[in-house]
């Protein structure tokens, strides 16, 4: 009833079609409601309608009682036979049945339709028109008077001063350019479930969706250990931090959070910040307004809150092609080497799954007399064998020898590098950013950058989870691994089915679709049919006619479940007429998809580093299996709240086993010839 072909031939009879943009109808049509989940937002509205609202409250329930009429037919045996379906009676059941799961789905459209003409009825008791012609405008909220845009009841009412400028309209005409260009941002109701990660509900909590767009890289947000010390923090300290660090919310927790973040890294000192974007911004405009005559070399794709940053320190930017070290060097040439220069770069550029040139970049910075500012957003928790990322990851025998340790490893590439940014709310789970670096210029950040001193502090709770998350991944390898494991799957699958993955050797998955409307399409097209949920990327973060879909893969993500991720994603291809790699090659190629001579790019992670080689590789998971938690790294954990929060009191120890399942069926504890404790199983 939502189609936008079927609605053109209703514009005469109907102001507000006759009024409203194409695109904004295509918008209306293709999103679903924000209250009712089951209809779109063209259908909410069009609840409202005295026309339009009694006909779908007939349609919806003819609609209820024909498969409800299937379902209870004494031929619903024949039928199913029909199909080739011969269910087994002992462990069959209603639910099974597809004209069973239609009919549910039928009733909680109607269910939302009540809902909706309910709520739409009320609105029209509450305005008590006063004449006729008012009551059949305000019945109807098509036929609000004086707008040429889908407006609120609110923004239809405002009456603009005579002269006066038209704010709503602004707003409204502004809104309508996104529509345009197909750049509007769409905010789906996906909540991620810890107890059947990566499995979420949408705004309807029964309606189940896989996840493939999360940058909770590893699965830290539901992982057994950090909920427990949040538990332990939030019963011992509350919930807010009291206020901005200098005056009340300077705590244990956040300098012990600061003092892992810097052992991390293996620098002396680090900073925690609300978000990375904050720590970015703040970082680069202090430090850009402070040097005298600072210039900025920023790669083109660097992430916006870098650009934000060094745009407020008013300090000159050039900008390199991304990851071009001869176009870098060259405008590095161009300035006297006494002139205060930083270098801004990422090590996983999250859109293309791209690396940088670390050591290399470090090279030229040494020889022009430049700074170096890394950002790690990406690749922290991700890559080198304690999880610092790609910087360690590229010194990973001598970063592996050395353990633990605090102390750099002079002439490794993560020492060479003077700033490093990171989050903590992708790879580790929790929410905050922060800076590393040396004592001096950490705490020249912390007495000068505005987004540190007048920001209220993160609240002890998620200090703790993001410590305890970090403490966790620095013991334990085996998420990292299996994370790659299952990239490499999903890599070599939609290769097989010519998906156009942009090659890259990072964990990113990015797939190009290269028009906005159909990677808009393409994603509620694997959100409504095969509860897929996998965001699309358009400009302005990626560039016009190269917008995609973002695959994400992480190490709860079974073998089964990414196969028929290939296969569905395979179908959408199909079903919209997405190009496929051979197209793109036909064509020239577009995003290093399909190009000419193109190499096979290697992925960051050898065989050897990921246990191929020496078959200490973890286990891909099928349906039904648990995730492994290891429980020295618990241990270890627990230990480092020990001044806070007093040591873990467990309860009485289980007999020895190698393997311990724990009640939750997403983790296992696991560990060789250690005693996993009992209220691991209580918490896990």
């Known amino acids: 009833m939502d189609k936008l072909s079927s609605l053109a031939k209703f514009k005469s009879s109907c102001p507000f079609l006759a009024r409203t943009k194409a695109s904004t109808l295509r918008t209306l049509c293709t999103k679903a409601s924000p209250r009712y989940p089951t209809l779109s937002k063209l259908t909410e509205k069009a609840t409202g309608c005295p026309i339009m609202g009694p006909a779908?409250?007939?349609?919806?329930?003819?609609?209820?009682?024909?498969?409800?009429?299937?379902?209870?037919?004494?031929e619903v045996t024949k039928i199913h036979q029909h199909k080739g379906v011969y269910p087994d009676p002992t462990s069959a059941n209603i639910e099974m049945c597809p004209h069973a799961s239609k009919a549910l789905a039928a009733a909680r459209m109607a269910e939302d339709l009540a809902k909706a003409k309910s709520k739409a009825s009320s609105k029209e008791k509450a305005a008590q028109p006063s004449t006729s012609k008012s009551a059949a405008a305000t019945g109807c909220p098509f036929h609000a008077e004086g707008s040429s845009k889908v407006a609120s009841a609110e923004s239809a009412k405002r009456v603009v001063t005579p002269g006066g400028f038209n704010y709503e309209r602004f707003y409204m005409d502004e809104i309508e350019k996104k529509h345009q260009d197909a750049s509007y941002r769409y905010f789906n109701n996906i909540n991620r479930m810890a107890d059947k990660f990566?499995?979420?509900?949408?705004?309807?909590?029964?309606?189940?969706?896989?996840?493939?767009?999360?940058?909770?890289?590893?699965?830290m947000g539901n992982n057994p250990v950090v909920l427990e010390t949040m538990h332990r923090t939030l019963k011992t300290y509350g919930h807010g931090a009291g206020g901005t660090r200098n005056i009340a919310g300077n705590t244990g927790m956040?300098?012990?959070l600061e003092e892992e973040l810097a052992?991390?890294?293996?620098?002396?000192?680090?900073?925690?910040?609300?978000?990375?974007?904050?720590?970015?911004?703040?970082?680069?405009?202090?430090?850009?307004?402070?040097?005298?005559?600072?210039?900025?070399?920023s790669d083109t794709m660097n992430h916006?809150?870098?650009?934000?940053?060094?745009?407020?320190?008013?300090?000159?930017?050039?900008?390199?092609?991304?990851?071009?070290?001869?176009?870098?060097?060259?405008?590095?040439?161009?300035?006297?080497?006494?002139?205060?220069?930083?270098?801004?770069?990422e090590s996983v550029y999250s859109m293309c799954g791209s690396i940088g040139p670390i050591k290399e970049i470090c090279d030229l910075a040494e020889q022009y007399g430049a700074l170096t500012f890394l950002d790690e957003v990406?690749?922290?928790?991700?890559?080198?064998?304690?999880?610092?990322?790609?910087?360690?990851?590229?010194?990973?025998?001598?970063?592996?020898?050395?353990?633990?340790?605090?102390?750099?490893?002079?002439?490794?590439?993560?020492?060479?590098?003077?700033?490093?940014?990171?989050?903590?709310?992708?790879?580790?789970?929790?929410?905050?950013?922060?800076?590393a670096g040396s004592t001096e210029f950490v705490d020249m950040i912390r007495s000068y950058a505005a987004g540190f001193i007048f920001t209220t502090s993160l609240p002890p709770v998620n200090v703790a989870g993001a410590r305890a998350s970090i403490a966790y991944q620095r013991e334990y390898l085996g998420d990292r691994r299996l994370k790659q494991l299952n990239v490499r799957d999903l890599k070599s699958r939609f290769e097989s089915l010519d998906i156009p993955v942009v090659p890259g050797p990072s964990h990113i998955v990015p797939v190009l679709v290269g028009d906005p409307a159909l990677a808009r399409l393409a994603s509620d097209t694997l959100l409504a049919k095969h509860n897929v949920y996998v965001q699309a990327i358009n400009y302005p973060t990626v560039a016009r006619g190269e917008e995609r879909l973002r695959f994400t893969v992480t190490p709860g993500h079974t073998v089964d479940q990414i196969a028929r991720l290939a296969k569905v994603v395979d179908q959408t291809f199909t079903e919209l007429g997405i190009k496929r790699t051979s197209d793109w090659k036909a064509a020239g190629g577009r995003a290093n998809v399909g190009m000419p001579d193109a190499q096979p790019v290697d992925p960051i992670w050898t065989d050897s580093q990921i246990g191929l080689t020496d078959s200490t590789a973890p286990k891909t998971l099928r349906t039904g299996q648990p995730r492994v938690v290891d429980t020295r790294a618990v241990r270890v954990t627990r230990e480092k709240f020990n001044d806070l929060l007093g040591p873990y009191i467990e309860a009485p120890v289980m007999a020895e086993a190698t393997t311990v399942t724990v009640q939750r069926p997403s983790f296992k504890i696991t560990e060789t010839s250690v005693r996993a404790p009992a209220a691991i199983s209580a918490t896990a």
């Open 198 to 219: 990566p499995i979420a509900h949408t705004g309807n909590t029964k309606d189940e969706v896989e996840v493939w767009c999360a940058n909770d890289y590893l699965g």
């Open 263 to 297: 052992q991390l890294h293996r620098k002396p000192a680090a900073l925690v910040f609300s978000s990375c974007y904050v720590a970015n911004d703040a970082t680069l405009a202090t430090l850009g307004s402070k040097l005298p005559g600072c210039v900025y070399f």
């Open 56 to 74: 779908l409250q007939l349609r919806s329930g003819q609609i209820v009682a024909g498969y409800a009429s299937v379902a209870g037919s004494a």
């Open 304 to 345: 916006a809150s870098m650009i934000q940053g060094m745009r407020h320190s008013g300090a000159k930017r050039v900008i390199f092609k991304h990851n071009d070290l001869e176009d870098l060097e060259s405008k590095l040439a161009q300035y006297p080497k006494e002139t205060p220069k930083i270098i801004a770069f």
């Open 254 to 256: 956040h300098l012990a």
């Open 378 to 435: 990406h690749a922290v928790g991700l890559y080198g064998p304690h999880g610092a990322g790609v910087a360690e990851h590229l010194d990973w025998d001598a970063q592996l020898a050395a353990g633990n340790s605090p102390e750099p490893i002079k002439g490794s590439v993560m020492d060479r590098i003077d700033i490093i940014t990171g989050t903590l709310g992708k790879a580790y789970g929790a929410v905050g950013g922060y800076i």
